[in-house]
């Protein structure tokens, strides 16, 4: 469906979806590293279209709780359609700033690629302090989108990545900024690495990454010219096609 530039943009759930199958790797990184067990309940801020919530159930068992929370009640529907098979999932709307949990509920907190989003990411973050257990965990996966590397043009891929942290991501380099914003919020910082995801098919990468769309959307805005960005992108599709993006992979702890 065309934005109100005309830009035609997908479906935002399958959208979701497809982004969350190309992180297979660092998404199972996180689920190690939450250490979920059986009787543990566990928030997933921003859960979308509830992708990752059955292997979090299937970890804290029937006897545990899986909080999964989205601000868009299209999301919330989609996830909700895990409900019939997993008595142990709730999802709630509900927007980061002031979850919908009480003081202490929960053992486990994740956000993924969500924080990127939000107004204030600060103030989240002291939100999921709040709502943590003394000792609980805190895992937060953030892409930094000043680092998106496409193979080719170097300046027309700066000027692409210029132009998405300042007009189309809110929090564009919350991936590097998330240890600091954590420690401000009274988290101990355990851990910090990077995983980095490579994709070889333009196709692919174009809808994931949204090379085209956000192309015509920095022509129109003025900040690329058309003529470059059209060269780019055809030179993209037409090339032996690389680019990289990184994500960030916080783990933090609420002091006892």
């Known amino acids: ?26 998404k199972h990184q996180m689920l190690v590293s939450l250490d979920l067990k059986p009787g543990h309940t566990v928030l997933d801020v921003g859960c979308g279209p509830g992708t990752d919530l059955p292997v979090m159930a299937d970890a ?19 996830a909700g359609s895990f409900l019939n098979f997993y008595p142990q999932v709730d999802v709630r709307q509900g927007d980061a700033h002031a979850l919908p949990v009480d003081d202490g509920t929960a053992d486990r907190a994740r956000m993924d690629r969500a924080l990127q989003h939000v107004e204030d990411p600060a103030q989240v973050l002291a939100e999921l302090h709040r709502a943590l257990k003394p000792g609980g965990l805190l895992r937060i996966a953030e892409p930094d989108w000043d ?9 027309m891929n700066r000027r692409f990545n210029r132009f998405v942290c300042a007009d189309m991501v809110r ?24 995983a980095t995801t ?15 769309r956000n192309t015509e959307r920095a022509i129109r805005a003025g900040a690329i010219e058309r003529a470059d960005g059209e060269r780019w992108l055809a030179e993209l599709r037409e090339g032996d096609f690389l680019a990289s993006v990184t994500i960030f992979l916080l783990a933090a702890r609420k002091p006892l």
Do not use: C, H, Q, W
């Open 1 to 26: 469906m065309p934005n109100a530039l005309g830009v035609p943009s997908p479906d935002k759930v399958e959208y979701m979806a497809d982004a969350a199958s190309l992180g297979r790797d660092y």
């Open 171 to 194: 929090n564009s380099t919350i991936g590097r900024e998330l240890p600091r914003l954590a420690r401000d919020a009274g988290f101990e910082v355990e851990n910090v690495t990077a």
């Open 60 to 78: 804290v068992t029937t006897s545990g709780r899986v909080i999964g929370i989205d601000v868009d009640p299209r999301m919330v529907a989609a």
């Open 147 to 155: 680092a998106l590397l496409v193979d080719g043009d170097l300046e």
């Open 198 to 212: 490579v994709l070889r098919d333009f196709a692919r990468a174009d809808y994931t990454l949204a090379l085209s």
